[in-house]
Each structure stands twice: as structure tokens, then as C-alpha cells.
């Protein structure tokens, strides 16, 4: 146990999606919200102490990227994944949402073809249909219990695909893909000249056993057709700062998205975000550590009271985020029924498995990063509705 994660903190009436609109969401003021992807865990102290430093100068006008930005990032990649970047390749962006957006109109056409591969973050279901581009879907395989890409279902489908939406690691089945699997990826769309843009956002978040490869530090032929998305946001709990970074190493690349970037106005940057992303990175590293140490805890004590408590829902090993993929097809419920069953009788406010794709029909997804004892009442309520069904 860790004093740092077990601290309970009341987060209503913080202007806090998760809490404050639980409420509006699920229709039910006692539901625990354990639903969108932000944790209910204090930031490092340095990071508190580096925002509420610059917050008390008082004058928050436009911000500036110094060179001390670009060295924290450069610093944190080499040093946590073993990848070398320069800091020209780092585009400053909002979120990761509006990068693949930037990236799909930089790169692709209307009508053009972009693969996904469901069931994964809603998002890149949206930015691809809201801007009027085609959805080629690539979905996982779940084999033994482990989901899998499908190589040969890919394979036949990439015929005119321009772009390929890559979630490393996977959000919302909790895969940290392997260098192998990532090759052979990367190899179909090398040869064919599609563009990957990898979401890394939950880099920093593999739990102990797994290890991150970023996808553009495969080859220096993967690197040339490779967006990476980063951020400080999930890891060090900041989403609200909307500061997040675009890696980008082939030059023309780099300036068509970052045309696009400033056609939008959206290169400017968030004061707080920048501070908080400098912090993290050069001082948030033993935090992170216990947190991951934490999150592992969590893993083990939810994949231990899924098999001996409840019959009927089992999940796939997490080997990153703070996301568990909840398979509930054994209750054998249509899925209007089972998001019932979860806010109204087991009063937990998860994510609906089919907003992850047709693949998500008789999942939940539910969010471990918060303390011990709010999984253990989560997990309780689930448990003892289940019990009554
Ligand atoms: C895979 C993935 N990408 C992007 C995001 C959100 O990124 P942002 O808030 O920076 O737009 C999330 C949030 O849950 C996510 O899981």
C-alpha cells in the first residue's frame, strides 16, 4: 500500500467531468464514477508546486516553449524508452484528440481510407467520420483470453488506405504491443507508403512486465511515415491542462501538419500545461514508479476478486493504462440491459463497451486509478448485483 495513492480526495465540486457530471451522465446521484480516463490520485508534488508557483505570478498571457520544454522531453523519452529524438521533430498541440485530427486533414483527402482497430478509443472513430474520411476497421482478435492484432484480416484490407490509427499501448484493452508485433505492423505499411499515427498517450503507463517500444523507434523507415502523439496528461494526471506533443522526424511531414496546425490557431500552447509537462518530466519520476507499483496492485487485487466473486465477468490481464476491459458477455444481458444493470442495480458509472466499436457489445470498461478503497466498493457493489441477478 502506498500513503501517496490510498489518500482519499473529494473531487466534487472541482468542475471534474468524472464526479461532477456523473450525476447528468448516469441519470443516478449515487453511482461511483469510475468511467472517463483521468485518476482520482494527487499530481507530484513538484508538478502542484511548479503550476501553483507560476500561478502566483498573476499574469497568465500568452506562453512561451523554452528550450527547457524541449531538453525535458528529449531527456524523459531517451531515459524511459531508449528513444533518441530531436527537438525540432516536437510539435506542440492541445490534446492528442486534436492531433490526430490535425493529422488526418494534413495527410489524407475526403473520402480517403484510414484503419482502425476496434474496439479502441471512441475518438478515433469520430476525428476519421467527422471529417468526412472513409473508416476501414481492422478489429482485435481476443485469443485465449489475450487480444491480438489480425495481421491477415489487415493485410487484405489496405488496398488505397492512406493512414493507419495505431493505439500503443491499447486503449481499451490494456495491450502494450511487442517490437514483434509492432515490425510486422510497420512493415505492411512501409511497404505500402501509409502514414501511422501512433497515440502513445498511455506510454508512461506500462505496468511492471511490459516494456513500451515506441512505434517510430523501430527503423528509420518506420520513423520516416510515423506521427507520434505524447503527453505528460494521463501519466502525471494533467488531462485538464490540454497540453499534449506531436513527434514528428521526416521534415516534409513535420510541415504539413504543422500547416495545419497554424491554419487552426492551434500551436499556441496552455501556460499551466507547459509548466506542468517541465515538472513531470524532470522531477515526476519516482512518483511515477510507486504509481505504477500502485497500479499494479490494483491489477492484481481486481483480476483475483473477478475470478473467485463474480461469476459471469472476467477480464484480460491490463499490461497498461488504468483501463480494465470488463468481458460481461456470460451474463448474457442485451446491452441496454447491462448499462442499466451497472448504473441502476450495481451503481458504478462505467464506460459502454459499444462506444468502443460493434466489438465492445458485452463490455464495460471500468477506470482502477484510484485508491484501494474506492476499486474494493466499486468492485463490492459489482459483485453484489451481480449476485441478485
Ligand atoms: C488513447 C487515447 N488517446 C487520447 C486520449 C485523450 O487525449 P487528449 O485529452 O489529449 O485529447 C485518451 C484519453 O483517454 C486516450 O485514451
Redesign the pocket.
Known amino acids: 500500500m502506498s500513503a501517496i495513492f490510498d489518500e482519499m480526495i473529494d473531487r466534487r465540486r472541482t468542475n471534474c467531468r468524472k464526479w461532477d457530471a456523473a450525476c447528468q451522465l448516469f441519470g443516478n446521484d449515487e453511482v461511483l464514477p469510475m468511467w472517463?480516463?483521468d485518476m482520482d490520485f494527487a499530481v507530484p508534488a513538484a508538478v502542484a508546486r511548479a503550476v501553483q508557483e507560476r500561478a502566483a505570478h498573476e499574469i497568465y498571457g500568452y506562453p512561451h516553449k523554452e528550450e527547457r520544454f524541449y531538453r525535458a522531453i528529449q531527456n524523459w523519452l531517451q531515459h524511459r524508452h531508449g528513444w533518441q529524438v530531436q527537438p525540432e521533430w516536437i510539435l506542440g498541440n492541445?490534446?492528442?484528440?486534436?492531433a490526430i485530427s490535425t493529422a488526418i486533414l494534413a495527410f489524407t483527402e475526403p473520402g480517403d481510407k484510414i484503419v482502425i482497430q476496434p474496439p479502441v478509443?471512441p475518438?478515433f472513430f469520430s476525428c476519421v467520420t467527422k471529417n468526412n474520411r472513409q473508416l476501414v476497421e481492422n478489429p482485435l482478435r481476443l485469443v485465449n483470453g489475450q487480444y491480438q492484432m489480425d495481421f491477415e484480416d489487415l493485410t487484405g484490407k489496405l488496398d488505397g488506405v492512406k493512414l493507419l490509427l495505431l493505439?500503443n499501448p491499447h486503449?481499451p484493452v490494456g495491450r502494450s504491443w511487442t517490437r514483434e508485433e509492432l515490425l510486422r505492423l510497420g512493415q505492411l505499411c512501409v511497404e505500402r507508403g501509409i502514414v501511422i499515427v501512433s497515440?502513445e498517450?498511455?506510454a508512461d503507463l506500462v505496468l511492471p512486465g511490459a516494456i513500451h517500444t515506441p512505434m517510430a523507434s523501430l527503423s528509420p523507415e518506420v520513423a520516416r511515415l510515423t506521427v507520434t502523439?505524447m503527453?505528460a496528461?494521463?501519466t502525471f494526471n494533467v488531462?485538464g491542462l490540454?497540453t499534449?506533443i506531436a513527434l514528428i522526424a521526416d521534415q516534409k511531414l513535420r510541415q504539413r501538419f504543422s500547416g495545419v496546425l497554424e491554419a487552426l490557431d492551434l500551436n499556441g500552447g496552455n501556460l499551466f500545461g507547459i509548466t506542468a509537462l517541465i515538472a513531470a518530466f524532470e522531477e515526476g519520476e519516482a512518483w511515477l514508479d510507486e504509481l505504477l507499483t500502485y497500479l499494479d496492485g490494483n491489477v492484481r487485487y481486481m483480476v483475483d476478486f473477478f475470478a473467485r466473486q463474480v461469476e459471469g465477468i472476467t477480464l484480460s490481464r491490463p499490461e497498461a493504462?488504468y483501463l480494465a476491459w470488463l468481458d460481461c458477455r456470460e451474463l448474457q444481458l442485451s446491452q441496454a440491459r447491462l448499462k442499466k444493470f451497472f448504473i441502476q442495480e450495481a451503481k458504478v458509472g462505467l464506460n459502454d463497451g459499444m462506444t468502443f466499436g460493434r466489438a465492445g457489445e458485452g463490455f464495460m470498461r471500468l477506470n482502477y486509478g484510484c485508491p484501494r478503497t474506492i476499486l474494493e466498493e466499486g468492485l463490492g457493489r459489482i459483485a453484489q448485483a451481480v449476485r441478485l441477478l
Not at 492541445?94 to 486534436?98: I, N, Q
Open positions: 472517463i480516463a492541445p490534446g492528442v484528440v486534436s478509443y475518438p493505439c486503449n497515440d498517450i498511455h502523439c503527453a496528461s494521463k488531462a490540454y499534449s493504462t
